[in-house]
């Protein structure tokens, strides 16, 4: 004898749920890498490069030299 199988919900809808967020995964990406890109560019900035919380020293890094 098979035990019956639950589901959280009760039923299995047949919804594409990949099809119709693809927009809002993509958007989340790019604003991600946009928000990286733009505090590593702070980061790096002159005020900010031989500032002691600068986590690019932290990890060892050499602070880049001004030319």
Known sequence: MEAPRSSLLGKKYPVPILRTMWPFYTAGLIVAYGINSFATTLANS???????????LKSGAKAPEKH
């Open 46 to 56: 002159d005020e900010y490069r031989n500032d002691p919380r600068n986590p690019a």
